[in-house]
């Protein structure tokens, strides 16, 4: 195709696109970009100039005019030497108060060095600390501990990281604290009742061996069967005698 000019029309297929929409070979009026537009749009600006008039309408933040920043000023990231799209701000970190160029989804949040400072805190000097408490996909759950303290010989150690962490199962430590002394490794915890992570101490029950365990887990096992198989047998019974009743 020759190159068109300002005001030439062409069938969408003709320049690519799908549909019975006539194109017309137009210019942007924000920044002159010659592109192919649907014939009634021709007189509207391209994507970018479009976008940034609504940002600039929309944002009542001060521009950074390339000289010195101050808080909250907003700029591109190609201003900044940075691709895509995104908006930045001119921002202090909340820890340091170092300020630096961040996109605008991450105002408020910690410079990358205080972050990594974060991460190595452990226990309640850690930003992000939720009580230390873990659920693990087998359903228990799990407390973390440190070195020092009282039980800690019960622990079993992780790796979160690369470093390494340390939980007690909750029910077992609920246990222990119960009885006041670390359980012994062939001893076990049994929960009477579901759900795994009820750790009540009404809940619990210590068995000194494997073997009392597994048929206390046949019996709840069991049970569970024969739940299933009475509800299944209730459904049948009361749609029979839907069956009868409508005979």
């Known amino acids: 195709m020759a190159i068109p000019e300002i005001g030439d029309l062409a069938p969408a297929t003709a320049v690519g696109r799908v549909g019975r929409a006539v194109f017309r070979w137009s210019a ?4 002159g970009k010659e592109r192919w537009v649907i014939r009634n749009a021709s007189d509207k600006q391209c994507r970018r100039c479009a976008t940034t008039a609504h940002a600039l309408t929309v944002d009542k933040s001060p521009r950074w005019d390339g000289g010195e920043p101050e808080l909250d000023m907003v700029t591109d990231g190609p201003r ?3 691709s895509g799209r995104h908006t930045y701000v001119w921002t202090a970190c909340p820890a340091c108060s170092k300020e630096r160029w961040v996109m605008r989804r991450d105002t408020g949040k910690k ?5 990594a400072n974060e991460r190595d805190l452990t226990g309640e000097r850690n930003g992000r600390w939720n009580g230390g408490v873990r659920q693990g996909t087998d359903g228990y759950r799990y407390i973390t501990v440190y070195p020092g303290h009282p039980l800690f010989e019960m622990a079993g150690k992780m790796l979160a990281r690369g470093k390494p962490r340390y939980y007690i199962a909750e029910h077992r430590l609920v246990m222990a604290q119960h009885l006041g002394r ?3 490794p062939w001893e076990l ?3 009477l009742e579901e759900p795994k992570d009820d750790n009540r101490i009404e809940n619990l029950k210590l068995l000194k061996f494997n073997s009392e365990h597994l048929p206390s887990m046949n019996v709840q096992r069991v049970v569970g069967t024969l739940q299933a198989r009475v509800t299944l047998l209730e459904a049948e019974v009361t749609l ?8």
Not at 28 to 31: K, R, Y
Not at 111 to 115: L, Q, W
């Open 28 to 31: 942007c009026s924000g920044c």
């Open 80 to 82: 900044l030497g940075k």
């Open 111 to 115: 410079c990358k060095r205080c972050a």
């Open 182 to 184: 670390p359980l012994l």
């Open 189 to 191: 915890v049994h929960h």
């Open 240 to 247: 029979l005698r839907s069956q009868l009743s409508g005979t």
